[in-house]
């Protein structure tokens, strides 16, 4: 039988250590998809407690809309015209709702690709896959939209508020039925999820009943969303019985209520359900699992979880104190969890086109051309099994969950030599619209990562440093410096040389005596296993 994964004894006592580029690093890449070289070295300058707080500090601006590249003269969205935003047009064709659903994946590649450094994207992805949701059962463009900006404005906000939001949203409501839940017909798909994936959960001490769900569904009788999806309750449709709860719940009786008053039996269901401290816990794992390891023992549970989960509820479910209470912890920065999660095909796509900060059209005045080279990155992610706003079932992606795997999911046969071919073709022949290409420039990358770009020791170390999680040993390291930047020769002034040359005199042959030996040396390290950790 194969041993358990390792795990770290260490709590949330504040971290006093010494903060390191590498310790910062690890903090950017488990909050940001990447982080350019010089946000590194500026997170660095500004220490562990102004970093986490510059992290969990958002901005009340939101990224601009997506914008029509999709009318044809055949198929034209009468709601928006090319080059518009669409998503406050309500529009009943397939067709149209099909291009708006794919036109939504390339804008979100784009506000992925220039997020602000701070953590909404990555905890709006946290919340989309918490509360799996399928774009294509959700159908219209303008309800996806929505569904996603309730996680983008306001991801480190309050847990209770964030579950009530989701619950009458028209996106969820249409996803999991609750629009057809009435008393005469009492739908159970939300009143189960909402308790096994959204809150209690199914593990621990959660031990709710079939009854439970039975009489969760009937507190959500009446929610529904007219045409302009907006949501509203219909007391007509609303079960106004008592709801009795199982003796998990302490055999709690929502009194049943006639007329609009009808809605308040939602709140009184949530209340219920964060009375438990089942919930607290369960959010608390699902977070630790995203940001620091998959792998929870009695010792996480103990020293991690139960205190964590505390927090949330002092702080009246506020999900800020938590994040900033774990980010700031000697755990997170335990060495064991530096290098020990398989990037997802998003984080590995995004944190690429970052890490080498790729330059795309602008997606304003150059809408049509950016937005094709974003949707190649989407096909990308799509080939490498993650689907952008489509997770497979209601329970987001299994790397996420299914035990014992988790993120070794990511990787198979079919899936990592995708991902070497994406790095190698990104540093060779890139993506070209139009004239507009996207494509590695090696040159301009090195003297971003490197204070010493002419010494060949210390391209090497910087490289490793920048593109990998884990170091390599120093006979690889030697190897890589004689074989690759050096052409096989002895001597360092080979690369000395050559890449002076490439500067002081910048002709096609002394740029591609570089530009060649670095694709080769980025093209190796990104082909290596550790590339794909973070």
């Given at each position: 039988m194969a041993s358990s994964p390792q795990s770290s004894k260490l709590g949330l006592t504040p971290f006093k250590g010494n903060w390191s580029l590498v310790l910062t690093k690890h903090l950017l890449s488990r909050t940001l998809y990447s982080a350019k070289s010089a946000d590194i070295k500026r997170f660095n300058a500004l220490g562990l407690t102004a970093s986490v707080d510059e992290l969990l500090t958002i901005t009340t601006s939101l990224p601009s809309p997506p914008v029509n590249d999709y009318n044809t003269s055949t198929v034209i969205d009468t709601g928006s015209a090319l080059?518009?935003?669409?998503?406050?047009?309500?529009?009943?064709?397939?067709?149209?709702?099909?291009?708006?659903?794919?036109?939504?994946k390339k804008w979100l590649l784009s506000v992925l690709v220039h997020q602000e450094t701070n953590i909404r994207e990555k905890m709006t992805f946290f919340w989309s896959n918490h509360f799996g949701t399928e774009a294509d059962t959700i159908v219209f463009g303008t309800m996806l939209y929505q569904h996603h900006q309730i996680f983008r404005s306001n991801p480190i906000g309050n847990y209770k508020k964030l579950v009530k939001s989701v619950t009458i949203d028209p996106a969820m409501l249409r996803y999991l039925n609750g629009y057809l839940n009435t008393k005469t017909a009492p739908d159970e798909n939300y009143g189960r999820e909402l308790q096994e994936l959204y809150t209690v959960g199914k593990d621990g001490g959660a031990k709710y009943t079939e009854e439970d769900v039975k009489a969760a569904a009937r507190v959500l009788t009446g929610w529904r969303y007219d045409s302009n999806n907006i949501a509203f309750f219909d007391p007509t449709r609303h079960d106004t019985n008592n709801k009795v709860f199982s003796s998990f719940y302490n055999n709690k009786v929502i009194a049943g209520k006639t007329g609009v008053n009808g809605a308040q039996e939602l709140d009184e269901l949530l209340d219920l359900l964060f009375s438990k401290t089942e919930t607290a816990k369960f959010i608390c794992r699902k977070l630790y699992q995203y940001f620091v390891y998959y792998y929870i023992d009695?010792?996480?549970?103990?020293?991690?979880?139960?205190?964590?989960?505390?927090?949330?509820?002092?702080?009246?479910?506020?999900?800020?104190?938590?994040?900033?209470?774990?980010?700031?912890?000697?755990?997170f920065y335990d060495s064991i969890y530096i290098g020990c999660q398989i990037k997802s095909p998003l984080d590995f796509i995004v944190g690429f086109l970052r890490s080498y900060e790729i330059n795309f059209p602008n997606t304003i005045t150059d809408?049509?051309?950016?937005?094709?080279l974003y949707n190649q990155m989407v096909n990308q992610s799509i080939s490498?099994?993650?689907?952008?706003?489509?997770?497979?079932?209601?329970?987001?992606?299994?790397?996420?969950?299914?035990?014992?795997?988790?993120n070794e999911l990511w990787i198979n046969a079919d899936t990592f030599p995708k991902r070497n071919r994406f790095t190698d073709l990104m540093i060779e022949t890139g993506y070209t619209k139009n004239g507009k290409k996207i494509i590695v420039n090696p040159i301009n990358f090195l003297k971003a990562i490197s204070k010493d770009p002419s010494n060949p020791n210390a391209v090497i170390d910087d490289a490793v440093f920048f593109l990998l999680s884990t170091d390599l040993s120093a006979s690889i390291k030697s190897n890589l410096k004689t074989q690759i930047l050096l052409s096989g020769q002895s001597s360092d002034y080979y690369w000395t040389d050559a890449w002076n040359l490439s500067i002081n005199s910048p002709s096609t042959i002394n740029l591609n005596i570089v530009n060649t030996r670095l694709k080769t040396l980025f093209k190796y390290l990104m082909n290596l296993p550790e590339y794909q950790l973070q």
């Open positions: 080059g518009t935003t669409w998503v406050n047009s309500i529009n009943n064709d397939g067709t149209i709702n099909s291009n708006r659903r794919t036109n939504y009695d010792v996480v549970e103990k020293n991690i979880i139960t205190p964590l989960s505390n927090t949330l509820i002092i702080n009246g479910f506020e999900i800020k104190p938590v994040l900033k209470q774990l980010l700031e912890s000697e755990h809408y049509a051309d950016a937005y094709f490498m099994g993650q689907n952008p706003v489509d997770p497979p079932n209601v329970a987001g992606w299994p790397a996420y969950y299914q035990a014992p795997e988790y």
